[in-house]
């Protein structure tokens, strides 16, 4: 777990990076068993034709570069594509985006990733304080987090009953529990990701500043949980 | 146990004790003069005499032990004298003296310097730049400011000023501190230890903290883990309105005020958070009621308005209004008036007097559906009724069931609710005069008793 997370967070380091790509942070995540999705990284289109059939359309691609991090104002993002056509014309259209959101963008390589079905949007968070060390943030994703900043801390690690008592105690927390008729969220597994993080910035407190799992896909109550887009700052 | 030799000390230095009642010196050997479980020696470079008592010219010459020295010297005086305790045997030093920490990186380095000087001889500091320690229960009254009145609440500041404020409004609301420790600069002894100190201390029922920053936050937490898991800690935390404005590459960094992260570690820790001073002082008066079983509530009253409003405050802290027997509920109505509301919150109405009070209190504590009861009243003036008869009603009525459930009083009479207040806080049941201030203590007898149940 740790060395391997280690491993990819010390090769960024050697590259004089502090910013993990979102590729590299899903790796770090994935070496703790977080649930991420099943992508990959491609580096020539053919990749990427060949990894979107292995994954089945419809798929999106997602184009990694250190140097943009906000990937939807550079609009190197692109969703929902049907096929391989799609998929080519696409792949050129985020690379030029890209150049010209920041010519001297370093590509890492596009990441292939399936279509996820939507799913009830939160936020897992890691902040460092100066007296109290890191700690996790919890909150509904979109406009709960941007404008109700509806969002609870603890300091981690954290205990199985924390992650419990975060998620109650948000204003949000019908929403997550099942209301107007919809069917409860998998809370379960929004615990079991709370505990893993906490574990994960425990063996790691010496490397990681901050990190944000936003969104977070939370599906039907026994359906699980995924990471759609993860952001890792190093100290 | 440690820090006895803090408020329990054999014999006490008042270094910088004085004769000048405009000095700080004056008023803390004045203070001290009253202290009951040891010797108190003036210490005076000049005088011979210090009001009355014979003065000595260093700590060292004092032919006792001394455990505790209080320091209250101008600032240019305090390494020597820190040394000349150090070489006494002194164990524990309150320093008044301002001056220090609060002043800049030299100040800090002079502090450090002093605890260190302080550590070789195996002392503990409390301060710099605090008003001092008072122990109600022995009658010691280190500071400078007047006394507080004796009671169940340890009470830890680190503001001086906002403590003796506190202090202040406490006595005059009759509200009393086993402790108040005012912790200045927190040089050496810090809350961490006091509050371990004050878990152990028989006379402390809760700890009150007003926090404004905690240097090291884990040990902190360690702490209060543990602590709270003996007695009830509140906290009021200051600077709750500093922004999460904080310089951060991420979502969460910036989302995350240094508020939010203190409030986080007292959640965690079993702390109950207070929004302001008359709400930590309400949940710490609590506690001299035993924890309740559950969350519902039964409410007496002889007014409608304030049954309601109490009810409302239940309401918003997750407590329950209880739903009463039908048996209590045809008893009640046995010997109310027709008028009478015997449904919870149970309204005896503007007639009912201290044997109305006496019954109803008791049915409704002997409820099994009752876990709490508030009993309130706006004490009337009219129709011949004492000012304490109510008081007295509810009072017999707990001695007699006397089953182990906690009692609020809410008295909203302003000054006529006075002799009432004292008859109930003698025996040791919580008044307050607001819904909003019974209504949190309430919640706080809850939540530390849902907390033990887990």
Redesign the interface.
């Given at each position: 777990m740790k060395d391997e997370a280690l491993r990819i967070i010390e090769d960024v380091l050697s590259k004089g990076r502090k910013?993990l790509v979102e590729y590299e942070a899903k790796q770090v995540l994935k070496a703790y068993e977080l649930p991420v999705p099943n992508e990959k990284l491609a580096k020539t289109l053919d990749e990427a034709l060949e990894y979107a059939k292995e994954i089945g359309y419809p798929v999106v691609l997602k184009l990694m570069s250190p140097q943009i991090l906000h990937k939807s104002d550079a609009k190197i993002i692109a969703l929902n594509i049907k096929n391989e056509e799609e998929l080519k014309k696409k792949w050129e259209e985020i690379h030029e985006n890209a150049k010209k959101y920041r010519p001297d963008a370093e590509i890492l390589g596009v990441l292939v990733a399936p279509m996820l079905k939507p799913g009830r949007e939160v936020?897992i968070?890691?902040?460092e304080?100066p007296?109290?060390?890191h700690?996790i943030?919890f909150?509904l994703g979109g406009i709960f987090?941007e404008i109700l900043?509806d969002?609870?801390?603890?300091?981690i690690p954290?205990e199985e009953?924390?992650a419990w008592?975060m998620i109650k105690s948000i204003k949000g927390y019908p929403i997550l529990a099942g209301a107007r008729g919809e069917p409860p969220a998998d809370m379960k597994a929004l615990v079991d990701m709370m505990l893993k993080v906490s574990k994960l910035v425990d063996d790691l407190k010496d490397y990681i500043?901050?990190?944000?799992l936003?969104p977070v896909f939370v599906y039907n109550e026994g359906e699980g949980a995924v990471v759609v887009d993860a952001?890792i700052?190093l100290k | 146990m440690t820090f006895d030799y803090f408020f329990k000390p054999k014999a006490i230095a008042v270094i910088g004790a004085s004769n000048d009642p405009l000095k700080l010196g004056y008023e803390v050997f004045k203070n001290l003069k009253k202290y009951k479980d040891g010797k108190v020696y003036p210490v005076n470079v000049k005088d011979e005499v210090v009001q009355g008592v014979k003065a000595y010219k260093n700590v060292k010459d004092i032919p006792d032990e001394v455990d505790l020295a209080v320091i209250v010297v101008p600032k240019k005086f305090v390494k020597q004298t820190v040394i000349d305790c150090g070489e006494k045997g002194v164990k524990g030093i309150v320093l008044i003296t301002a001056g220090f920490g609060e002043t800049g990186e030299e100040g800090k380095r002079e502090e450090r310097e002093l605890v260190e000087i302080a550590h070789k001889y195996g002392m503990r500091i409390i301060g710099p730049n605090c008003v001092g320690i008072m122990n109600t229960h022995n009658d010691m009254n280190a500071t400078f400011i007047m006394d507080a009145k004796k009671g169940d609440i340890a009470f830890v500041s680190q503001s001086g000023a906002l403590g003796a404020g506190i202090v202040y409004k406490t006595v005059k609301e009759g509200i009393g501190f086993s402790k108040f420790i005012s912790i200045g600069n927190m040089a050496d002894v810090d809350f961490s230890e006091l509050m371990e100190y004050l878990a152990d201390d028989p006379e402390s029922k809760a700890i009150a903290l007003y926090i404004e920053g905690i240097k090291d936050g884990r040990k902190f937490m360690e702490a209060a883990k543990k602590v709270t898991k003996k007695k009830p800690v509140i906290v009021l935390k200051a600077g709750k309105s500093e922004s999460g404005a904080r310089a951060a590459s991420s979502h969460t960094g910036s989302l995350a005020g240094s508020y939010k992260i203190y409030e986080a570690a007292f959640k965690q820790t079993g702390i109950l958070v207070a929004n302001t001073i008359d709400e930590m002082l309400s949940m710490a008066r609590a506690f001299t009621q035993p924890l309740p079983k559950g969350n519902k509530v039964a409410i007496m009253t002889n007014a409608g308005g304030p049954g309601v409003l109490t009810a409302d405050e239940i309401d918003r802290h997750g407590l329950k209004l209880a739903n009463l027997k039908e048996e209590t509920m045809q008893k009640l109505r046995e010997f109310l008036p027709p008028m009478a509301a015997v449904k919870n919150p149970v309204d005896m109405i503007a007639s009912a007097r201290g044997e109305e009070y006496y019954k109803t209190a008791k049915l409704l504590l002997e409820d099994e559906n009752v876990d709490m009861l508030i009993a309130i009243c706006v004490v009337p003036t009219f129709a011949g009724m004492t000012p304490t008869e109510h008081a007295e009603g509810v009072i017999r009525a707990v001695k007699e069931v006397n089953n182990g459930k906690p009692v609020l009083a809410l008295f909203m009479a302003g000054y006529v609710s006075e002799p009432a207040k004292e008859l109930l806080e003698k025996e040791g049941i919580p008044v307050y005069e607001r819904p909003e201030d019974v209504g949190i203590a309430a919640y706080a007898l809850w939540e530390i008793a849902r907390r033990k149940n887990k």
């Amino acid at each position: 777990m740790k060395d391997e997370a280690l491993r990819i967070i010390e090769d960024v380091l050697s590259k004089g990076r502090k910013a993990l790509v979102e590729y590299e942070a899903k790796q770090v995540l994935k070496a703790y068993e977080l649930p991420v999705p099943n992508e990959k990284l491609a580096k020539t289109l053919d990749e990427a034709l060949e990894y979107a059939k292995e994954i089945g359309y419809p798929v999106v691609l997602k184009l990694m570069s250190p140097q943009i991090l906000h990937k939807s104002d550079a609009k190197i993002i692109a969703l929902n594509i049907k096929n391989e056509e799609e998929l080519k014309k696409k792949w050129e259209e985020i690379h030029e985006n890209a150049k010209k959101y920041r010519p001297d963008a370093e590509i890492l390589g596009v990441l292939v990733a399936p279509m996820l079905k939507p799913g009830r949007e939160v936020i897992i968070g890691v902040t460092e304080d100066p007296q109290f060390g890191h700690a996790i943030m919890f909150g509904l994703g979109g406009i709960f987090v941007e404008i109700l900043k509806d969002v609870t801390f603890r300091i981690i690690p954290i205990e199985e009953k924390d992650a419990w008592a975060m998620i109650k105690s948000i204003k949000g927390y019908p929403i997550l529990a099942g209301a107007r008729g919809e069917p409860p969220a998998d809370m379960k597994a929004l615990v079991d990701m709370m505990l893993k993080v906490s574990k994960l910035v425990d063996d790691l407190k010496d490397y990681i500043k901050e990190m944000d799992l936003n969104p977070v896909f939370v599906y039907n109550e026994g359906e699980g949980a995924v990471v759609v887009d993860a952001r890792i700052i190093l100290k | 146990m440690t820090f006895d030799y803090f408020f329990k000390p054999k014999a006490i230095a008042v270094i910088g004790a004085s004769n000048d009642p405009l000095k700080l010196g004056y008023e803390v050997f004045k203070n001290l003069k009253k202290y009951k479980d040891g010797k108190v020696y003036p210490v005076n470079v000049k005088d011979e005499v210090v009001q009355g008592v014979k003065a000595y010219k260093n700590v060292k010459d004092i032919p006792d032990e001394v455990d505790l020295a209080v320091i209250v010297v101008p600032k240019k005086f305090v390494k020597q004298t820190v040394i000349d305790c150090g070489e006494k045997g002194v164990k524990g030093i309150v320093l008044i003296t301002a001056g220090f920490g609060e002043t800049g990186e030299e100040g800090k380095r002079e502090e450090r310097e002093l605890v260190e000087i302080a550590h070789k001889y195996g002392m503990r500091i409390i301060g710099p730049n605090c008003v001092g320690i008072m122990n109600t229960h022995n009658d010691m009254n280190a500071t400078f400011i007047m006394d507080a009145k004796k009671g169940d609440i340890a009470f830890v500041s680190q503001s001086g000023a906002l403590g003796a404020g506190i202090v202040y409004k406490t006595v005059k609301e009759g509200i009393g501190f086993s402790k108040f420790i005012s912790i200045g600069n927190m040089a050496d002894v810090d809350f961490s230890e006091l509050m371990e100190y004050l878990a152990d201390d028989p006379e402390s029922k809760a700890i009150a903290l007003y926090i404004e920053g905690i240097k090291d936050g884990r040990k902190f937490m360690e702490a209060a883990k543990k602590v709270t898991k003996k007695k009830p800690v509140i906290v009021l935390k200051a600077g709750k309105s500093e922004s999460g404005a904080r310089a951060a590459s991420s979502h969460t960094g910036s989302l995350a005020g240094s508020y939010k992260i203190y409030e986080a570690a007292f959640k965690q820790t079993g702390i109950l958070v207070a929004n302001t001073i008359d709400e930590m002082l309400s949940m710490a008066r609590a506690f001299t009621q035993p924890l309740p079983k559950g969350n519902k509530v039964a409410i007496m009253t002889n007014a409608g308005g304030p049954g309601v409003l109490t009810a409302d405050e239940i309401d918003r802290h997750g407590l329950k209004l209880a739903n009463l027997k039908e048996e209590t509920m045809q008893k009640l109505r046995e010997f109310l008036p027709p008028m009478a509301a015997v449904k919870n919150p149970v309204d005896m109405i503007a007639s009912a007097r201290g044997e109305e009070y006496y019954k109803t209190a008791k049915l409704l504590l002997e409820d099994e559906n009752v876990d709490m009861l508030i009993a309130i009243c706006v004490v009337p003036t009219f129709a011949g009724m004492t000012p304490t008869e109510h008081a007295e009603g509810v009072i017999r009525a707990v001695k007699e069931v006397n089953n182990g459930k906690p009692v609020l009083a809410l008295f909203m009479a302003g000054y006529v609710s006075e002799p009432a207040k004292e008859l109930l806080e003698k025996e040791g049941i919580p008044v307050y005069e607001r819904p909003e201030d019974v209504g949190i203590a309430a919640y706080a007898l809850w939540e530390i008793a849902r907390r033990k149940n887990k």
